[in-house]
């Protein structure tokens, strides 16, 4: 049985990347799954060697471009198509993993998943979910 495989935004969201690094690893303890990293690899590499952090099952994609929360919604198809989350996307819809997470601009990452991964057939609505469940140990 083939563990499932999570690219994740490593520069989405606040704190990134050592928060994404950390909850990352947290995945794979937690839930056995693989990692694909996508960001500025040189300065992802450097956080976690000074922080002690151990990049188990992780593969890293560089990605020279980082989309901020000001950054038009679009950019992840236009200007910043080799962002962090713009390469997310590119793994994704090539089937290099099977799902995609990131904590960065909320409208990137919809127009991500619309127009460059496309919807799943025979949903007809786009959600963001509202909640997720937690595992308190992990917090």
């Not at 996508?38 to 002690?52: H, Q, S, V």
């Not at 799902?99 to 127009?111: E, I, K, R, Y």
Request: with cysteine; proline share 3%; aromatic share 2%.
């Amino acid at each position: 049985e083939m563990s499932m495989k999570i690219i994740v935004d490593a520069f989405g969201g606040d704190h990134a990347p050592l928060e994404i690094l950390k909850g990352a690893m947290q995945a794979v303890d937690a839930y056995d799954v693989d990692i694909i990293l996508t960001g500025k690899e040189a300065e992802i590499r450097r956080c976690a060697a000074e922080n002690r952090l151990q990049l188990r099952r992780t593969r890293i994609v560089d990605a020279p471009q980082v989309i901020t929360m000001e950054d038009d919604a679009k950019s992840v198809l236009r200007s910043k198509k080799d962002s962090s989350l713009g390469v997310a996307f590119q793994l994704l819809k090539a089937g290099e993993g099977d799902a995609l997470v990131s904590a960065g601009n909320t409208g990137a990452v919809t127009v991500g998943a619309t127009l460059i991964t496309g919807r799943i057939k025979g949903l007809s609505d786009r959600r963001l979910p509202r909640l997720c469940p937690l595992q308190a140990s992990l917090f």
